[in-house]
C-alpha cells in the first residue's frame, strides 16, 4: 500500500511532465476528444480530415438552373433548404477486403440540390462522387492516406445508368480530389468529360466552371446520422439507399485488374441501346414529339432513380442486358431497323417498369 502511494505522485508528476510538450499536449488533446458518434469504429476527426483532403473538384455547367449544391436546415425530418450555399455532405466508413489489402476507408461525396430540371426533371435530387483510400504508412510512420479508385453516380440505378470508376492513379487524383463534371440541371457524375452525353441524352457538360466546396459536413452512417442529418432518411428521395458501399469486391476486382488506363463505365450491357438512343437527344425527342408516350416515361424514370425501379433492378439490368444486345445490333444495320429496335426496347423497358401501357 505504502509503495503504491509512492509511486502514485511519481506517475502523475511524469505524465504531467510529458503533457507539458507541446507535442504531448497536441496528442493528449486529440485522444480526449476522440469521438466516434457515428458508431463506424473511425476516429470521426480522421473522418473529416480525409473528407476534406479528397473532396473533389466539380466541373458545373454554365448555365446551371439550381445555382449551387445546397445545405438542408439540421434536424428536421424532411429536406428543408437552408442555402444554396455550395455545401457537400460526406460519408466516411472502414473497408476490408480480401483484394485490396491494407487499412481502408471509403469516402462518398453528396452535391445535393432542391431540384432537378433536365428532362423528366422533378423536386429534390441527390448525386455523389465516392473514393476508396488507403493508409500507405507502416505502423510506426505517420498516417498517409492514397486514393486507389474513383467513382461517379450518373442516373444510377435507373435505365440511364452510366456511372463510371477508374483508378486514382489514372486520373492524376491519389492524394487530393478528382475532377468530376456534373451535368447541367441532371447533376449526373461523370468522371471524365466526354461520358457526360451518354446518360440517356439528356446530360450536357458545357462551359464548365472548376467549383469547390466551401465545407464538408459528415452524415455519419445510416444508423447513426450526423450533424442533424435525419432528412436523409425521408423518402421524397432515395439518399438512404446512396450510403451503402459503391466499392463492391466484383468493382475492386475488375478496377485492380484493368489494364487499360482511364475510366471504365460500368453497366456495360447497356451502352449500347444507350449510345444509340441518344446518339442524340433528337432520338428521344423525335419519339416524345412523335406521340411516343414512353420516350417520355422512360427519361422521366431515369431522372427520378424511383424506388419502385431501385427495387427491381437487378431483374430490370438482365432484361434490358438482353434487349439492349438485340438493339444494339439492328441498329447497326439499318436506320429503319434502329427505330424499330428502340420502340422494342422501349417496349421492353416500359414492360418491366410497369410503366407502359401496352
Ligand atoms: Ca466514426
Ligand atoms: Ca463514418
Not at 22 to 38: C, F, G, H, M, Y
Not at 248 to 256: C, F, G, P
Request: contains cysteine; aromatic residues 6%.
Amino acid at each position: 500500500m505504502g509503495s503504491f502511494r509512492t509511486v502514485l505522485p511519481l506517475f502523475l508528476l511524469v505524465s504531467t511532465a510529458l503533457a507539458s510538450t507541446p507535442a504531448n499536449a497536441a496528442k493528449e488533446a486529440r485522444a480526449t476528444v476522440s469521438l466516434d458518434a457515428d458508431r463506424d469504429g473511425l476516429d470521426d476527426d480522421l473522418e473529416q480530415a480525409l473528407l476534406e483532403q479528397f473532396v473533389p473538384v466539380l466541373q458545373l455547367s454554365a448555365g446551371e438552373c439550381d445555382g449551387s449544391p445546397a445545405e438542408f436546415r439540421p434536424g428536421l425530418p424532411q429536406p428543408q433548404l437552408l442555402a444554396r450555399n455550395g455545401t457537400l455532405y460526406g460519408q466516411s466508413f472502414p473497408r476490408t477486403s480480401p483484394t485490396v489489402s491494407g487499412r481502408l476507408i471509403e469516402l462518398h461525396y453528396y452535391h445535393l440540390w432542391t431540384r432537378d430540371c433536365g428532362r423528366g426533371g422533378h423536386a429534390l435530387d441527390a448525386e455523389h462522387v465516392s473514393v476508396l483510400v488507403r493508409d500507405q504508412s507502416t505502423t510506426t510512420a505517420r498516417e498517409e492516406w492514397k486514393a486507389l479508385f474513383w467513382y461517379a453516380a450518373a442516373h444510377e440505378d435507373t435505365v440511364c445508368d452510366f456511372s463510371s470508376a477508374a483508378k486514382a492513379k489514372d486520373l492524376e487524383a491519389e492524394d487530393r480530389g478528382a475532377t468530376v463534371w456534373v451535368s447541367r440541371g441532371k447533376h449526373a457524375s461523370f468522371l471524365h468529360r466526354g461520358a457526360c452525353t451518354w446518360g440517356c441524352g439528356s446530360d450536357v457538360c458545357e462551359g464548365s466552371k472548376s467549383w469547390r466546396a466551401s465545407r464538408v459536413v459528415n452524415i455519419g452512417e445510416a444508423a447513426a446520422l450526423l450533424n442533424g442529418a435525419g432528412w436523409i432518411r425521408s423518402t421524397r428521395w432515395p439518399m438512404l439507399e446512396k450510403l451503402g458501399i459503391d466499392f463492391t469486391e466484383e468493382l475492386m476486382v475488375s478496377l485492380s485488374k484493368r489494364k487499360d488506363p482511364g475510366v471504365m463505365t460500368l453497366h456495360v450491357p447497356l451502352r449500347t441501346p444507350q449510345a444509340v438512343l441518344l446518339a442524340g437527344d433528337s432520338t428521344a425527342d423525335a419519339l416524345v414529339a412523335s406521340g411516343s408516350k414512353t420516350g417520355g416515361a422512360l427519361a422521366a424514370a431515369g431522372g427520378s432513380t424511383d424506388t419502385a425501379v431501385m427495387k427491381s433492378a437487378d431483374k430490370a439490368w438482365g432484361a434490358l442486358g438482353t434487349a439492349g444486345v438485340k438493339t444494339g445490333n439492328a441498329a447497326t444495320k439499318s436506320t429503319k431497323a434502329t427505330g424499330r429496335a428502340l420502340r422494342a426496347t422501349f417496349r421492353e423497358t416500359g414492360r418491366f417498369l410497369g410503366i407502359n401501357r401496352k
